[in-house]
């Protein structure tokens, strides 16, 4: 079992930056993703970042490109969200997840098989 905690939500104003992060406990991430999604009331869960524990593999989704930076260290079985030029749509409960083995389908939800309890971000304009 994986038992993961996000921290470092918070009120911002626009333009401004924030730093996620997602400690694990209970066992590693070994070699699956591990991926920040968000939540904005009446909206879907939807795909933010991600970032593979054994390669320097990364991904973004288009709206957060070139603002958000995934980053992990595994020495502390963390992964970060820096978040920079933050805007009002950026408003979220973010959470992080992962799973045991590589998938190709890690922009999706559905494929995750931990999750973390969410951390809210809100961006004031």
């Known amino acids: 079992q994986v038992q993961l905690v996000e921290s470092g939500g918070g009120l911002v104003q626009a333009g401004g930056s924030l730093r996620l992060s997602c400690a694990a406990s209970?066992?590693?991430?070994?070699?699956?993703?591990v991926g920040w999604f968000r939540q904005a009331p009446g909206k879907e869960r939807e795909f933010v970042a991600v970032?593979?524990?054994?390669?320097?593999?990364?991904d973004y989704a288009d709206s957060v490109k070139g603002r958000f930076t995934i980053s992990r260290d595994n020495a502390k079985n963390t992964v970060y969200l820096q978040m920079n030029s933050l805007k009002p749509e950026d408003t979220a409960v973010y959470y992080c997840?992962?799973?045991?083995?590589?998938?190709?389908?890690?922009?999706?939800?559905?494929?995750?098989?931990?999750w973390g309890q969410g951390t809210q971000v809100t961006v004031s304009s």
């Open positions: 997840a992962t799973r045991r083995y590589y998938t190709m389908a890690y922009y999706s939800p559905q494929s995750y098989e931990y």
């Open positions: 970032i593979f524990r054994n390669s320097d593999v990364q």
């Open positions: 209970g066992r590693t991430f070994s070699t699956g993703p």
